[in-house]
């Protein structure tokens, strides 16, 4: 299978402080449905935010779709993520005065590369994801504030995934629904990006829901870097 993400010795610490990843090599295949797991404050949204070009590493490779991330400006990877990646934020990160089908779309404003992707007008496509993850048509015109913690997960979700994107990445965004709440969304997502094509990233630190994915990660063993 052809390698979507591949790292070699990456590694990063935050300004002024010790290092926090040191990762000597990990690749991931397009299409796969990959678990990493980690306790809190192991450096996982740290590597996720790596995958997604917010932050660069501080030395080594990564690249993701070909593209090496380390060597792209700000600007330049602000651009790739608008592009090729739906991110689901631990914390979700709506517009909360903007309705659920407002902020779904939001995902296209910035990306005509995403808006070229789409199979349908982009409001049809944001009704079509908001229906398969199971989101009423009643509450699609509300402002995404009066949703519920379960109901804003499946719009954010609808958000990383309008445009097809070829990475997902979801930082814990099932740490506040209950197990079998957790399972079920697990479910629907992995339905989606099996629509869609799209690979799958998914950082947890609850280890049930590890059996539900072809691959776990375990961050603490792969980094190099000794626990403090």
């Known amino acids: 299978m052809t390698a979507l993400i591949s790292m070699e010795n990456l590694r990063f610490a935050w300004p002024g402080q010790p290092e926090l990843l040191h990762i000597a090599r990990l690749e991931l295949a397009a299409g796969e449905r990959i678990f990493i797991k980690g306790p809190s404050g192991s450096g996982k949204s740290t590597l996720l935010g790596l995958l997604a070009g917010i932050q660069r590493a501080s030395q080594g490779r990564l690249e993701v779709l070909g593209q090496d991330l380390s060597r792209l400006s700000g600007r330049a990877r602000d651009r790739f993520r608008a592009d090729h990646l739906g991110y689901i934020f631990q914390q979700f990160n709506l517009l909360p005065f903007l309705s659920v089908l407002e902020n779904v779309t939001s995902a296209l404003i910035f990306s005509r590369h995403k808006r070229a992707r789409l199979q349908a007008p982009a409001r049809e496509e944001a009704e079509r994801l908001l229906g398969e993850l199971?989101?009423?048509?009643?509450?699609?015109?509300?402002p995404v504030h009066r949703l519920s913690i379960g109901q804003q997960q499946r719009v954010a979700a609808a958000r990383a995934l309008i445009g097809r994107?070829?990475?997902v990445i979801a930082d814990e965004p099932t740490s506040a629904l209950d197990t079998d709440n957790r399972a079920a969304f697990i479910e629907l997502l992995f339905n989606?990006?099996?629509?869609?094509g799209s690979t799958l990233v998914f950082v947890s630190h609850d280890p049930h829901?590890?059996?539900l994915f072809s691959r776990v990660v375990s961050l603490p063993e792969l980094n190099k870097v000794p626990p403090c």
């Open 134 to 142: 199971q989101l009423p048509p009643g509450l699609w015109q509300q």
């Open 192 to 196: 989606e990006c099996n629509l869609q």
């Open 165 to 167: 994107p070829e990475l």
């Open 209 to 211: 829901l590890e059996p």
